[in-house]
DNA sequence: CTGAAAGCGCTTACAG
DNA sequence: CTGAAAGCGCTTACAG
């Protein structure tokens, strides 16, 4: 039961003191208002505040004010590492400018993204971070923040209409990582992404579409590149032509209904025989699934497979896995992310922008190459 | 900029209607007083509202009403997996009860316990989920919080003065886990535990303690158990006496200094050429750390080291890793956490409870034996 | 230097 | 069936 008459407040100091309660407010407000009163008279009052262990009531002070000091994050955390780490930086960088923030995790949200766009709403927030955004965010429920004159930023999300980006240069990223097995002579690569709906609406996602035009880029440098759904894969897309590199669709909704789709395509790919020399994941936790799968069928990593994966996950640093990655800077992003919400809050015809931050290759032994190449 | 001029309140609603804004406030309200009025003037309100996009204020309801309908979460998130699950099955579980949550993560709380705890009692808060309970939340945090008449339930945490506790049955899901060792043959048992503050210090920590005690209620059924700090640990300890189980703690603060204490510690191990048969650790996180160790030296699990974790982390599932576990009924324990917390907040004089849950063995091959016994 | 007063948006007894 | 009014705790002009 909520006992109200625990909680000070400043009516309780303004008896206490035997001043009137504008006298309290003014001191406790501190800044110019609380200069104008006797010295004795503030410190009594502070004294008695502390004494009583007064706390403002925010739900009051908000009301009064015209802000909240709030600013929103909806994330998409409990799962990936990198994700994880970038909301504890969004919170640090919001509470370092000053603020308080509210994060929503849509993992846990009961009520589902509609409630959640109205819990902050309701809670008066002056901004909101959208934090490695995700298709169940729709456009219409940005739609709803904007309109209620809440800037919004996305933090290594998509591209929104009205909405500033913050993100990683994941074309970069890949091209690198793609160019190193190919220094390393590897010349039968694979790259394995979902199939998600149709082929313009997953060039249209930015985490999709540059994790193949980085990989396209770099194969494109030295040979000639194939795309192929996995249906129709088997190791002849590699001949002829010098083709260096192929780009896999995962079977529709393998994303969705398994809950392992590299491991398992791994088992399949390695039972059946063939098999590329290097594998491109789209993340360290899929380059986790691909070599246990690959040590599971007793291969060697990287002397049969070689595998990359991106975000520099803890596990990835332990010598058995060593996962060659790439890291974003995190750091640099939320600073930024958090920077850009603050300007459009203090002036809100800003036009949204798009900064990128590049990520660091993280050079590993998951995908060196010892055996000699062949002709 | 917060733009005050899109939101609607019920003011607004009261001048599109024509009727007064307690009219439009009882009708809004819904429930007894709202049936008392026109069916045609609630059916006009309603739908100005609807059309007008009204969102109470929040604030304004908390301010008025006795009551937040507030939980508040304290956890320690972003870490083990266990524990962000039972961060997302409160959630789920306080809205079921048609509570809403503010989840505070501690790992990200710019100002620390004694900030958190303070916005909880700012805002209100009806009770209070900690999660996983960690050493930095002390008592007089909690003191702070049922000084306010906010009750408390503590959720696979310590035991606290006047805090219920819903939690896992460790000493259980231990002693079976050595059982079963020991039911594979084994014979050189090494568990690995921190080494936190002196003997009585740690023995009161329950999620320490009950480790401990699990795995001497185990080994003592067959043999005897020693412990010894990781200094003085040798294989002699096994030696004579038909000694099955040594609880070795590792050096004071290798947990906090190490990245990896039990990865470096095992690593060690198997340099020095004399290492147990099976090892128990504290969690599936470590027992991670002991495999990879394991194999990067060269060993075959579980041929040369079995292994044994707790709390079913997902990683564990790959047959390369297989790791025999426990898995805690999250579900179980969260339920009768909020339904207890409920409890106590319609009766602030019941007094503390402990509920606690048997955990579901999980074998795995981490934890077979193949090779013979020796004499 | 200090106090009286208005008002943020809402809920809730109370009067009609 | 509906409205006038009080008040939750706070902030902020304004008056003295």
Redesign the interface.
């Known amino acids: ?4 008459n ?2 000070t407040t400043q009516k309780d100091i303004a008896e206490a003191c035997l001043v009137s309660r504008a006298t309290v407010g003014a001191i406790l407000a501190g800044g110019k208002a609380a200069t104008r009163y006797n010295e004795e008279t503030r410190r009594r009052v502070l004294a008695a505040a502390k004494e009583l262990r007064y ?6 002070q ?2 009064r004010r ?3 000091n709030l600013i929103g994050i909806i994330h998409f ?2 799962g990936l590492e990198a994700a ?2 970038a ?2 930086l969004l ?2 960088e919001l ?2 400018a000053g603020f ?1 923030y ?2 929503m ?1 849509m ?5 589902g993204v509609e409630r959640a766009i ?2 902050l ?4 927030v ?1 901004g909101v971070l959208i934090s490695h955004i995700q298709e169940v965010l729709e456009d219409r429920h940005i739609e709803i923040l904007l ?4 800037p919004v930023v996305s933090i290594n999300g998509e591209r929104r209409k009205n909405v500033s980006l913050i993100c990683d240069n994941i074309t970069k990223a890949f091209s690198q990582l793609t160019s190193h097995l190919l220094a390393q002579g590897h010349r039968h690569i694979l790259q394995i992404l979902p199939q998600v709906g149709k082929e313009a609406y997953r060039s249209s996602l930015r985490a999709w579409g540059e994790r193949k035009n980085g990989f396209v880029t770099a194969i494109s440098t030295l040979g000639r590149w194939k795309e192929a759904a996995e249906v129709s894969f088997s190791m002849n897309l590699f001949e002829g032509e010098e083709i260096l590199g192929v780009t896999m669709y995962q079977n529709p909704r393998a994303y969705e209904m398994l809950k392992r789709p590299v ?1 398992h395509f791994c088992k399949r790919l390695c039972a059946s025989g063939f098999r590329p020399d290097a594998l491109v994941c789209s993340n360290d936790a899929y380059a ?1 699934e691909a070599i ?1 799968a690959a ?2 069928m007793g291969l060697s990593i990287p002397e049969d497979l070689a595998v990359t994966g991106y975000d520099n996950d803890r ?1 990835g640093e ?4 060593g996962i060659t990655t790439a890291e974003q800077d995190l750091k640099g992003i939320c600073a930024a992310g958090v920077q850009t919400l603050i300007k459009h ?2 002036n ?1 015809s800003l036009p949204a922008t798009t900064q990128t931050f590049d990520s660091e290759l993280i050079l590993r032994t998951s995908c060196g190459r010892t055996t000699p190449l062949l002709a």
């Not at 309109?147 to 809440?150: R, S």
């Open positions: 039961m909520f006992n109200r625990s909680i706390r403002p009531h925010r739900a009051a908000l009301m015209s802000q909240s955390g409990a994880d780490k909301n504890m919170a640090q509470n370092a308080d509210v994060a995790d993992n846990w949200q009961g009520g109205e819990e709403v309701q809670a008066r002056e309109h209620a004159g809440i491991y986790i246990m040590l599971e596990i332990f010598p058995i896995l809050r203090e809100p």
